[in-house]
């Protein structure tokens, strides 16, 4: 840089740079231009590796050996090339993904297990989605630095399932996806055992997961209530249960409540994103668990009941904790209104019943809101609305006034006037919530946009 007459595209540290915001098409152009671009550049190529049967011909041994200290993420679809059966020295190797969705090579898991065992110590993240992996787990108890687990597609053997658990103590972000574990592990109801304790685990996503043999009158859904419960640390927790049943629903929401929340001490004071994408809990029950929380940023509970018991624990001042073996109500830090970011509750409910102006004018953080209907009458007698940071809002206006009246007109500015001062929402979404606000029954002049 002393020399101000050097160019700077001559510069590798300038073009190395301007790297950051290519495409991959862009960098393979870029780096014929010349020895100093091919240098600076080819890191970014080789950074994340995606093979494929159709492009697995572009990946040579010795291209491996030459760029394999600039790889971070690895990921394989229906297809293991041999150039990377022995690949080893990938010292950022970080990410690995297996997806074997339609074919499977037999031979696959092993050949994973040795490249995930020579890269044990650089492994962070580890993604597949194939029937079966057998051999894997050993290989993933390995990774000393593993925090990211997700699984999809894939079923758990008799064999496999010790190996799971131990592997699940050690990450922090878990997801499994369409899963059947065989069986469960023989002390796994013993609530005495720190065995099936999980105190890393900071995120946790099930999704339509099932366990096979259990005896009655245990059911998969109470089990992972159990998991939840052992997860102290736990921030995010995601249960999506996929049945059609409203009976059958009923029954899995009541027992995975029963198992994760309704014990004593509450072990997951952490607690602040909760989605239940359909699960059905009662008011009593969601107010119950709000008031057991510290913080709420996120509560995704569109087939459960929020009413005016769980708003009003949304709007407390206090909440319930343990304390010498007592529950106590004590002073909160925030109360949840003040900390929640997303809210979509009761968007399938035919009432109005307040909820959606008492949350617009509590909830200042606020950025996302799908949520049951509300009045123009609610709005004019209610107060001044707070959320005014939200990007989406997705709730049902009821235009309850007569706008021949001078009243009524005079209702409907009122209401618009509070609903322009949402300035921040995101025009990709505008003609959904445009209809369903009905912005234009509230504008002055009724053939203004």
């Not at 997806?99 to 994973?112: F, G, I, K, N, T």
């Not at 509300?374 to 206006?397: F, K, P, Q, Y």
Request: with cysteine; glycine share 4%.
């Amino acid at each position: 840089m002393s020399c101000p007459k050097l160019n700077p595209l001559e510069i590798p540290e300038i073009v190395s740079r301007v790297g950051d915001f290519l495409k991959r098409k862009e960098l393979l152009h870029c780096i014929r231009v010349s020895k100093t671009f091919h240098n600076a550049l080819a890191k970014f190529i080789w950074k994340r590796i995606s093979i494929g049967r159709d492009n697995s011909r572009y990946f040579t041994a010795e291209g491996l050996q030459n760029y394999k200290e600039y790889i971070e993420g690895l990921v394989f679809f229906d297809h293991f090339p041999r150039e990377f059966k022995s690949l080893q020295g990938c010292g950022r190797l970080k990410s690995i993904g297996y997806y074997a969705e339609s074919s499977q090579d037999p031979r696959a898991p092993s050949h994973l297990s040795k490249l995930v065992k020579a890269h044990s110590f650089t492994i962070t993240e580890f993604r597949f989605n194939c029937p079966s992996l057998q051999g894997i787990w050993s290989a993933l108890l390995e990774c000393t630095h593993l925090k990211v687990l997700n699984i999809f597609g894939l079923t758990i053997l008799d064999d496999e399932v010790d190996l799971f658990f131990q592997v699940c103590k050690r990450v922090m972000y878990l997801t499994v996806t369409r899963v059947n574990i065989n069986q469960l592990p023989s002390n796994f109801m013993d609530d005495n055992t720190d065995k099936f304790f999980f105190p890393k685990m900071s995120m946790l996503h099930l999704h339509d997961v099932q366990i096979s043999n259990l005896s009655h009158p245990h059911t998969s859904s109470y089990c992972f209530g159990m998991l939840t419960r052992r997860c102290p640390g736990l921030r995010y927790l995601g249960f999506i249960e996929k049945n059609d049943d409203t009976q059958s629903l009923r029954q899995i929401s009541m027992d995975f409540y029963r198992a994760a929340f309704h014990h004593r001490p509450f072990t997951l004071a952490n607690l602040s994103e909760l989605c239940f994408s359909r699960m059905e809990i009662s008011d009593e029950d969601m107010a119950a668990l709000l008031r057991q929380m510290t913080e709420l940023r996120r509560l995704e509970v569109r087939w459960c009941e929020f009413g005016p018991l769980s708003l009003r624990e949304l709007l407390a001042d206090e909440q319930e904790v343990s304390e010498d073996g007592r529950i106590v109500r004590k002073r909160r830090n925030q109360r949840l209104c003040d900390t929640v970011e997303i809210l979509e509750i009761n968007d399938e409910s035919e009432r109005a019943d307040g909820i959606v102006q008492a949350i617009l004018s509590n909830c200042p953080r606020l950025k996302r809101l799908r949520g049951p209907r509300m009045t123009v009458t609610e709005i004019v007698d209610g107060a001044e609305w707070v959320s005014t940071r939200l990007s989406l809002i997705a709730v049902s206006l009821v235009v309850d006034v007569d706008q021949k009246t001078a009243e009524g007109k005079e209702k409907g500015r009122l209401a618009y006037g509070q609903i322009r001062k949402l300035t921040r929402l995101d025009p990709s979404n505008f003609s959904s919530y445009r209809k369903q606000l009905s912005f234009a029954d509230l504008t002055p002049e009724k053939n203004q946009s």
